[in-house]
């Protein structure tokens, strides 16, 4: 039997394929919100990383003449 002849047959039966979702839709959404506010806590833990240890980062400029202009 050819695809075509497959699908008319399915298509007068009318055949279809039913997949159930393993929960709700909703808590796809629930779930996609929690991931992105994990990784949004995560992202905001590395905020101002830069400057906790500025003293030693002036401290390496001035030795090493990041203050000279090229």
Do not use: C
């Amino acid at each position: 039997m050819s695809l075509l002849a497959t699908i008319a047959v399915a298509a007068e039966e009318g055949h279809h394929v039913v997949n159930e979702l393993p929960f709700p839709a909703p808590l796809f959404g629930v779930i996609a919100l929690g991931v992105f506010t994990a990784l949004a806590v995560v992202t905001f833990s590395f905020r101002d990383v830069a400057n906790r240890h500025a003293a030693k980062a002036e401290a390496y400029a001035r030795e090493h003449g990041a203050d000279q202009q090229h």
